[in-house]
């Protein structure tokens, strides 16, 4: 087995999104272990919870780096106060949320509402520029409801970049429906319009643009890379991890080569690294369902892959359910591999 060593590339040439419900840190641990240079986000995470919640809203396994916090709020010394935090326990970056449009976030006067308020995005950006010293990133849209024109966006993008420090953002290639449409329906009705992002790249050379939105391939996002300089997708990299074990070789040119096996046997090897995870989090009360939920689209399309998700999915919420249920999950995949190379065996 022989390793290559990476090619040194910005952080979030290619990130995976931060997805509410779903990339909590059981997925993230599987993400890592399908992909070495990807930058990985937390699910957003509010001021509020971090400053009053009883739980710990910053925990994460330290294989999970490079990771960066979504923070969701809009004043900027609680921002400011949580940027301090995430810092102290060794988050890489920090992304603050001007995206997001569901309700109860309009409720709380951030995400996406907050691209109608620019200075205010900028003075946020300070604040946690001034508090910490690692990175303070920018996730937002094309515009909200009528105020979705190229100069609006350009507009925002220089103020919060000129007033608030902000040299890195990622744009979701859609604007969004602060009424009327729901945040699902946000995700695919606002029609996507890519070239607006390119653009936005031609005219501010010196920032760090990211395209998020409706990127499906590796393919799409090498045709991204040829105009901006980092590409975010989400929902596909959810459902079909296995895309993610592409991301090393083919955006950062490293990757771990075995020529004696394909990807399938790929995947196989690395549902058995993620036993010891399983294993430990069981140990510490975590139900099996919580983690299993997210590797239950790795073997789309090859033999065994429906056994595979419905042994998962039937026996993994049940009393007790320990990791012996994904191994007998992962034989119907070996099965069908093992007959698949072996037609006559």
């Not at 960066?68 to 995430?86: E, H, I, V, Y």
């Not at 939105?213 to 990299?237: F, P, W």
């Not at 919580?290 to 042994?311: S, V």
Request: hydrophobic share 35%; aromatic share 10%; glycine share 6%.
């Amino acid at each position: 087995m022989n390793i290559k060593s990476p090619t040194s590339y910005p952080l979030n040439r290619f990130a995976i999104a931060p997805m509410l419900d779903w990339t909590d840190r059981h997925c993230r641990y599987f993400h890592r272990l399908l992909t070495k240079n990807t930058l990985l986000y937390t699910e957003m995470v509010t001021t509020g919870a971090i400053l009053f919640g009883k739980g710990d809203y910053l925990g994460f396994h330290q294989d999970e780096h490079p990771l960066a916090l979504q923070l969701g709020g809009s004043d900027p010394q609680a921002l400011a106060s949580c940027a301090k935090q995430a810092e102290q326990r060794y988050y890489d970056e920090i992304n603050l949320n001007v995206g997001c449009p569901s309700d109860r976030v309009q409720n709380g006067k951030f995400g996406a509402c907050l691209m109608a308020e620019p200075y205010l995005v900028a003075d946020c950006v300070k604040a946690m520029r001034d508090a910490v010293s690692i990175p303070i990133t920018v996730k937002t849209r094309l515009g909200i409801d009528d105020l979705d024109s190229y100069h609006f966006l350009r507009d925002f993008i220089q103020i919060v970049s000129e007033d608030g420090g902000c040299d890195t953002f990622i744009i979701h290639a859609r604007k969004a429906w602060l009424s009327g449409l729901s945040p699902k329906e946000n995700r695919d009705i606002p029609p996507l319009d890519y070239s607006r992002v390119w653009q936005i790249k031609k005219e501010f050379p010196h920032l760090t643009i990211a395209i998020n939105g409706g990127i499906t391939s590796l393919s799409e996002a090498k045709q991204h890379l040829q105009h901006v300089d980092g590409v975010m997708m989400g929902r596909q990299a959810y459902h079909h991890p296995a895309i993610l074990a592409q991301v090393d070789q083919q955006l950062f040119m490293s990757s771990i080569i075995d020529t004696d096996n394909d990807m399938i046997q790929h995947s196989i090897n690395i549902i058995e690294s993620f036993y010891p995870y399983i294993e430990q989090q069981l140990r510490q009360g975590v139900y099996l369902g919580h983690m299993t939920r997210h590797i239950l689209g790795l073997f789309q399309g090859i033999p065994g892959a429906r056994q595979w998700r419905r042994y998962l999915s039937e026996n993994a919420h049940k009393s007790g359910a320990d990791v012996r249920v994904v191994e007998q999950a992962l034989s119907y995949i070996k099965q069908g591999y093992t007959k698949d190379k072996n037609p006559h065996a």
